[in-house]
């Protein structure tokens, strides 16, 4: 199974040993937990999805609570990957699935463009905040669902410094490694995403690697760019995460969006008022008719 990761050809590549180790479980809610957050499934439009655990936990509620899903059903996926898993559930080509490439901003507008549905939002506890709070920013008309959590795993028999990097995907694995170990004497971190990356840095632990960016789109493309610096001598700069959250810059965007379409639609409605006081006024120089009849007489 191994063999078919993208990890292993970097393994191969550079002759290094990487070894997996779930920090982290998620576990399903029960149908009583479900049915305690009073959300009717078939109330809503157009579903969610961000990862396949939702997926997956989704359709197994349904199954257990006897929902049958309509095939009108439309479903919003971050990323083509988490699209064509939902063929393990139902006929893809006779659904409404649309997808983006995984950018926060890009599956915002195209949620937007669906404005008009009622959404509901499948997630999982805990969860990262920027979709939730950009739909309610946006006034869009949703619910979320919570249809799993995330445990941590007892990893107390790692031997941690045995390892080089620790490459981690979310804010529940950081806290679970600092849980476990404390936050000194690790070894060095890779982090994937924004909010992994700011947990780790708001406790103390220094982050030498991170994806995505706009350089590096993958963990495994900065992990190549890491060890290709480290066999060069040449010493990375520490990451940072930018202040400015990229849900905030979305928003600001669109409050930019409807500022200029409100200065257009004052400007055109302007012209129009100024279009008419001109007529007006024309009307108002004419010769009245009795007065031109008069003089042609």
């Not at 149908?31 to 959300?39: G, P």
């Not at 439309?74 to 699935?97: F, G, H, M």
């Not at 926060?104 to 709070?133: G, N, Q, T």
């Not at 981690?168 to 971190?189: D, V």
């Amino acid at each position: 199974m191994f063999e078919k990761s993208p990890f292993y050809e970097i393994a191969t590549k550079y002759g290094i040993n990487i070894s997996f180790r779930p920090f982290i479980k998620v576990e399903g809610v029960s149908l009583k937990d479900f049915r305690s957050q009073r959300v009717e499934i078939l109330d809503h439009s157009t579903v969610i999805f961000t990862s396949r655990t939702t997926v997956d936990h989704f359709f197994r509620i349904c199954e257990e609570a006897r929902i049958m899903v309509p095939e009108t059903m439309r479903y919003l996926c971050n990323t083509e990957a988490v699209a064509l898993y939902l063929q393990k559930y139902i006929v893809y080509r006779k659904r409404k699935i649309a997808f983006v490439n995984g950018s926060f901003s890009d599956f915002m507008a195209l949620i937007l463009k669906y404005k008009h549905e009622r959404f509901l939002l499948v997630l999982s506890e805990p969860h990262k905040p920027e979709i939730p709070a950009t739909m309610e920013k946006l006034k869009l008309n949703f619910d979320r669902l919570i249809l799993s959590r995330t445990a941590s795993n007892d990893v107390s028999d790692l031997k941690i410094k045995d390892y080089d990097l620790l490459v981690f995907y979310s804010p529940s694995e950081i806290a679970t490694l600092t849980a476990t170990f404390g936050m000194e004497n690790l070894p060095l971190l890779g982090t994937f995403g924004d909010s992994t990356t700011r947990s780790a840095l708001d406790a103390g632990i220094p982050v030498a690697v991170m994806a995505p960016t706009p350089e590096v789109p993958s963990m495994t493309r900065a992990l190549c760019l890491y060890i290709d610096n480290v066999h060069a001598g040449r010493v990375a700069e520490p990451v940072t995460v930018a202040e400015i959250r990229e849900y905030e810059e979305f928003i600001k965007s669109q409050e930019a969006k409807s500022t200029r379409k409100y200065h257009t639609r004052e400007a055109v409605n302007g012209a129009a008022a100024g279009s008419a006081a001109k007529k007006t006024a024309s009307k108002g120089m004419a010769a009245p008719p009795s007065a031109t009849r008069a003089k042609g007489a």
